[in-house]
């Protein structure tokens, strides 16, 4: 469901990480992610993930997985 | 008590760095020394419209007359008309602006730009872009011109003059809170401009669970005026297969999807007043709160569920839609959809987020509340239905950037108690050890509001009963969110907002006895425009509590022929079906 995974493996070469700052981390407008002492992201906040996919576009180096399935709320319906 | 907290000092505060925030802030930088951009996220990655792929397009030479009729029309004649005015002539700029800039604009072979009608246009027409690169483009135009971005930063309320909520005086500044450090941070200013867009339920629908209602409810505590809050709130449809929620639903009714209950049938054309409308083969043009209760009620009398149908298309439609909804048809693939070969089933759902412009903060022709020196833009004022949200983000945002900026300079002192009281509450739930989580809050919210019973069918009695279980909520539970860390106590902070626009949705919707667009009274099941050509008017009294008052819309150019009561093409008594 939603954000699915990231792999880090590919955080590795990044420049933008060492640089400026890892882009997917600063494009989740609800803050979902956190990046760990060497500036790799990891999901911190799963469940407020709204399967955007702006983290998914933003990551120039495919590390990211977002699934378009999200859990809605049963209630709302019939 | 100030000193405790970061003071910024700034001459205009824009809040929320959508489309909207991004016109006022680049304007308001042409005119004034200094203009802050606060953004809970971050400015291009934030608000509606870097999903959004559609605008108003530029007005044709000899066609105002005819657009602005047509947009009144579609307002159900609620629009204020010289607002819709400004709106509709002021874009051309703004798109011209946009492009010089680097915005693209979808052209033709010809190079003209590709002007077509969308959802029910007649005469007015939209062109297209891509969300993202237009915000980005956006965002850069700021950054250039020296607008400062106060980025992950949620402005919670508002700083006024007396120290008062409601206030009797002026905008003064705000209060911040930054969303990762949880510290507060209080912007003194002379105007601060709303941009912050609608309310969302938090339910992980239209990629909007950021967009919380957090400017309109402070402006509303402020002291602002609200119009015609019980259209806050509209139904959608975009639940596919009960798993994932995209866009698109449009865009297949226009290119000719049908929608089919279980056993096949087209039940729209059950119905004797849309059999008998121009176009009853055609579901393109069907009002979605309409769409919406058909397909509830196909759901509640058990000829569920309810699929667009799209089996009949050629390949070339369908390569059509792989281009212009990449997304929707990507989640389709991955769900193992062939669309081509198998119906696909869709929800109908209130999801309590207005994208409208059909209701808001009251603002005058500069787009300034009755609050001076509180300017709101985009879908936070109140235009009227019939618009092109981001035309109105354009347009809006110029001039309340423009006229904002005259109050640079009038920097006045906050009143240190004002700014104290609000900072303590604004972190309370930090300090609070047992008591909800805001997430808890929101779920019990949501099932008073959500259910067909409220949302798409409203009735007196069942509205009374929400409204008591509201207010209970608002009572007993909002003053105990604890929360455990900043990025909780931004979600405390929100369900606040969204409880108090909870309540001004059902308390509209209680005082509006008639039926128009999503608002659905099964109690007076028609659009009345011989009573209900008004508005209503929710102002906040010194308890904070809702002040409710009608007014008749002021009607200077356009108005109904003969005004009547229209029955409502799609009505039923929720329960008498079960």
């Known amino acids: ?78 | 008590m100030t000193q405790n907290y970061v003071v910024k000092e700034t001459d205009v505060l824009v809040v929320g760095g959508g489309l909207a925030g991004l016109w006022a802030a680049i304007r308001a930088k042409d005119m004034a020394p200094r203009v802050t951009l606060a953004e809970k996220g971050k400015v291009s990655r934030s608000g509606a419209s870097v999903f959004c792929h559609s605008t108003r397009a530029p007005l044709p030479e000899n066609q105002f007359d005819v657009w602005l009729k047509e947009t009144v029309e579609r307002s159900g004649y609620l629009a204020d008309q010289k607002l819709a005015e400004i709106i509709i002539l002021e874009n051309n700029k703004r798109i011209r602006d946009m492009e010089r800039w680097g915005v693209i604009f979808d052209r033709d072979e010809k190079g003209s730009l590709r002007a077509e009608c969308v959802r029910g246009e007649k005469t007015v027409r939209s062109i297209s872009f891509q969300g993202k690169q237009m915000m980005e483009t956006m965002r850069n135009v700021a950054l250039g011109k020296g607008v400062e971005f106060a980025e992950r930063v949620m402005i919670i309320d508002l700083l006024t003059s007396d120290g008062q909520h409601p206030t009797k005086g002026h905008i003064v500044g705000a209060v911040g809170l930054h969303t990762r450090t949880g510290d507060v941070i209080i912007f003194k200013c002379g105007a601060v401009i709303i941009s912050s867009g609608g309310t969302s339920a938090k339910v992980h629908c239209h990629y909007a669970d950021n967009i919380t209602g957090d400017g309109l409810a402070m402006a509303f505590r402020a002291g602002a005026d609200m119009l015609n809050m019980e259209f806050a709130a509209n139904p959608s449809f975009g639940n596919w297969e009960r798993k994932f929620n995209t866009g698109g639903q449009q865009q297949f009714l226009m290119n000719g999807a049908r929608i089919i209950n279980r056993h096949g049938e087209r039940f729209l054309t059950k119905y004797p007043a849309w059999a008998r409308s121009e176009e009853p083969e055609f579901e393109g043009n069907v009002e979605f709160g309409d769409l919406c209760r058909a397909m509830a009620i196909e759901l509640l009398e058990g000829r569920g569920p309810v699929y667009f149908d799209l089996r009949s298309w050629s390949q070339e439609n369908i390569r059509k839609m792989r281009r212009v909804l990449p997304v929707t048809m990507a989640a389709f693939d991955a769900a193992g959809i062939d669309v081509s070969k198998q119906p696909i089933e869709c929800t109908p759902m209130m999801v309590n987020y207005g994208m409208s412009t059909s209701a808001g903060i009251r603002v005058d022709v500069n787009f300034q509340s009755t609050v001076p020196g509180l300017f709101a833009t985009g879908v936070c004022a109140m235009i009227g239905a019939g618009q092109k949200p981001q035309a109105v983000c354009n347009v809006t945002g110029y001039v309340s950037g423009e006229k904002s900026a005259a109050l640079a300079g009038s920097n006045k002192m906050p009143s240190q108690e004002q700014v104290s009281k609000i900072a303590q509450r604004v972190l309370a739930p930090l300090q609070r050890g047992k008591g909800p989580l805001a997430d808890e809050v929101y779920d019990r919210l949501n099932r008073i509001v959500m259910p067909y019973e409220i949302s798409l069918f409203k009735e007196e009695t069942r509205l009374r009963r929400a409204l008591g279980t509201l207010r209970n909520i608002v009572a007993e539970q909002l003053p105990v969110v604890r929360a455990r860390n900043p990025h909780e106590l931004v979600k405390a902070n929100e369900v606040r907002s969204y409880a108090q626009m909870l309540l001004l949705m059902l308390s509209g919707a209680l005082e509006r006895k008639e039926s128009r667009f999503g608002h659905y009274r099964e109690d007076y099941p028609y659009s009345d425009d011989i009573n209900w050509l008004k508005w209503t008017v929710a102002s906040s009294d010194e308890n904070g509590e809702i002040k409710l008052e009608t007014e008749p819309v002021v009607l200077p150019l356009y108005r109904p022929e003969e005004p009547s009561r229209i029955p409502a093409r799609i009505q039923f008594t929720f329960g008498k079906g079960r």
């Open chain 1, 1 to 78: 469901m939603t954000i699915r995974t990231i792999d880090s493996s590919k955080c590795e070469t990044c420049p933008l990480r060492l640089g400026p700052g890892c882009p997917v981390i600063e494009s989740c407008p609800t803050d979902v992610l956190r990046g760990d002492a060497q500036g790799r992201p990891h999901i911190a906040y799963h469940e407020d993930c709204h399967s955007c996919l702006l983290c998914q576009w933003d990551c120039p180096y495919r590390a990211v997985e977002v699934s378009h399935e999200i859990p809605l709320p049963p209630f709302a319906f019939i």
